[in-house]
């Protein structure tokens, strides 16, 4: 695996409000970490620099673990780098915090991410960020541990957060910012860790929360997609201007930014769509590959109520409406799908489909639909059950409508 690493530092006016030490870089290892203290000061320096040695350290100290998953991804090598990763934050977490306990108000913030040819593992606590950027998207891989504005504390993991790590220290203040999760409070913290399969040309950036809060989320979506690899410090120092910015980030293949070409926009395009959450890269190739786009001028009828069909439509762009013998009764918006019942019942429109505005679709054939399926298991049980999923929703939705309707009559 060809790894090309670089990364952003830009201290603005303020020179001691990011310095290099905050970062880890080590291609060997596939690591690339980025630790922050909110507070700053000497104090902050120290903490920062003993959370990033104690996680490289005890990343060095399982290589071999790495290396045996770089030859065979097994699932156990999986679960034992899942297991590594909870360890360095541990240790990390009891190193800062005794540290701090001479040192009140002391927080450190901790990002990794470990590339090992097949597969990307990440580590998270505080409020620094793991992107990625993957076929021209951007996916915030992590949740920021901090406290809502409403002054709740947020539910990272989808459970019930009053543990007894934040029932001790449900929000911990620091540099005007307040935390669920960091290392430093307490002697153990619980980390967000995550695994997923990599793919050629993916890039990852490992950022401070002071990339995220000083450059605006639409000019990041912009660098991060469009600026070769090494130009993207000097481009992100332009839009932060005097704010400070840092991150370290990592690309496979090569730091060449994304260039569009229709295989690959196909795959972009198809991504966000909820009929295809959870689908492996592979497996929205197969999509991609069946696929065929389609532009409609506004005013154009997609399909008429009543005909028959062959085809499944996924909306890029653009709006369309749905209407039922003359009435409207939905407007369809850049990631929907629909003629799905022709695909798996009757052939015979049940409505009626008009471009509002000029759209782009891309269809899928009813014959190609079924020979992706065919071939693919795996995939034809997401799709379906994405179907089967938002059918028993719209028949939900229909139940409530009639039962409004039967007791206003």
């Known amino acids: ?57 005890h990343v060095e100290r399982n290589v071999d673990i790495l290396d045996r998953f770089r030859a065979h991804p097994a699932a156990e090598l999986r679960t034992a780098i899942l297991t590594v990763i909870d360890e360095a934050f541990g240790r990390a977490a009891q190193e800062v915090f005794a540290f701090a306990r001479r040192r009140k108000g002391l927080v450190v913030t901790l990002d990794l991410v470990l590339l090992l040819d097949h597969e990307a593992f990440i580590g998270h606590v505080g409020d620094g960020r793991v992107y990625l950027i993957r076929r021209g998207l951007v996916h915030q891989l992590t949740v ?15 459970g019930d957060d009053k543990t007894e790590e934040t029932a001790e220290a449900p929000a911990q203040q620091a540099g005007g910012r307040s935390f669920t999760r960091a290392l430093g409070p307490l002697p153990s913290v619980r980390v967000e860790s995550m695994c997923m399969e990599l793919a050629q040309e993916d890039r990852f950036i490992v950022c401070a929360a002071h990339l995220h809060r000083n450059v605006p989320e639409s000019a990041l979506q912009t660098l991060f997609v469009g600026e070769a690899l090494d130009a993207l410090g000097a481009a992100i120092g332009r839009y932060a201007d005097k704010k400070p910015a840092i991150a370290a980030a990592a690309q ?23 009929l295809f959450a959870h689908c492996s890269e592979r497996e929205l190739r197969s999509v991609a590959q069946a696929a065929r786009p389609r532009t409609f001028e506004a005013g154009t009828v997609l399909f008429t109520e009543g005909e028959t069909g062959e085809e499944l439509f996924l909306l890029v762009s653009g709006k369309v409406a749905v209407q039922h013998q003359g009435k409207t009764l939905a407007t369809l918006g850049p990631g929907s799908n629909f003629g799905e019942m022709a695909m798996l019942d009757d052939k015979t429109r049940s409505a009626t489909i008009v471009a509002i505005e000029q759209s782009e679709a891309m269809t899928v054939h009813r ?32 139940n409530a409508k009639l039962a409004i309707l039967q007791k206003s009559n």
């Open 144 to 158: 920021d541990h901090s406290q809502a504005d409403e002054g709740e504390v947020f539910d990272v993991l989808g």
């Open 367 to 398: 014959d190609a639909f079924f020979a992706m399926l065919r071939g693919n298991p795996v995939l034809a049980m997401k799709i379906l059950w994405n179907m089967l999923l938002r059918l028993s929703a719209n028949l939900r939705a229909a």
């Open 1 to 57: 695996m060809e790894l090309v690493t670089t990364t952003v530092f830009h201290p603005g006016a303020n020179p001691d409000a990011v310095y290099l030490d905050q970062i880890v870089v080590e291609p060997k290892l596939g690591l690339i970490a980025v630790a922050d203290a909110p507070a700053g000061g000497d104090d902050g320096k120290a903490g920062v620099r003993i959370a990033l040695e104690a996680v490289k350290r």
């Open 252 to 274: 496979l293949g090569s730091g060449d930014p994304f260039k569009a070409d229709s295989a690959r926009t196909r795959l972009a395009l198809l991504a966000p769509m909820p």
